[in-house]
Each structure stands twice: as C-alpha cells, then as structure tokens.
C-alpha cells in the first residue's frame, strides 16, 4: 500500500470520527452521525473485534473512537483498498455496498472543509438502504 493510500484512508477515517464528536447530546441522530456509526459496526464486524459491541457503544455514547475501533476501520480500508487494487470489484459488497462511497469517492464526494480533501457525500442514500436491509 502507497503512502498516499494510507493516508487516505486515515482521512477518511478522521471524518468519521469527526462525525461521532459532532453528534447533539440529545435528540435525533442526523444521518450523518448513524453512517458513520454504521461504518464503525462493519469494521468492527470484519475483524471480529473480541470488544466490539463495547467500542460501538463508546462511539454512540461518549463521542470518541476509541484506538482499537480506529485500527479495526484501517484494517477494513486497507484489505479493501488492496483487494479493489488486484480487481476484486466484489470486496466492498461483500461487507456492505454503503462503504463503495468512501472506497470511490470520487462519483460521491465534496471536499472536506478542514483538509480540502475529497470525503464521501454524507448522505449515499441507495446504499444506506441497502445496509439496512442486509441487517434486517
């Protein structure tokens, strides 16, 4: 993996969790907030994280990502960024077609205000609903 891979899967990574610290204290979650608490469930799904569901609910209710859940998301970028590279289309379905806007952000992406890095469009509707239905 590139140095420029890496780091951009540590950008998308900083906005994820920058979406977790942004959260309201009280009321309804924006759909920001549960894509990017969808994101931390799959990556702690995938490498079967022994404290998953704690870390997850850390996330929701303190605000933070914790280190191990920070890791557990570049590990799912980096095997799916590496497996995209040797033409495995198929490696962002097979965890969740709502990460395809991070892993290709350039068909849904604005730039991020703080880097002026390109980010995943918050909202990716079609795959969000899909990501529901699979857990249904």
Sequence with gaps: MSASQFQQITQI???IERRLQEQPTEGVLSQELVEA???VNHALCFTKHPHGLELWREALWQ???ADDARQAMIQMF???TAAIARGETHAVADICDCLDVFIHPSSHHSLD???GTPVPEPTNHVAFEHCRQRRG
């Design 63 to 65: 605000h933070r990502l």
């Design 78 to 80: 980096e095997h799916l």
């Design 37 to 39: 608490l969808d994101v």
């Design 13 to 15: 990574v900083d906005v």
């Design 113 to 115: 205000s703080e880097s």
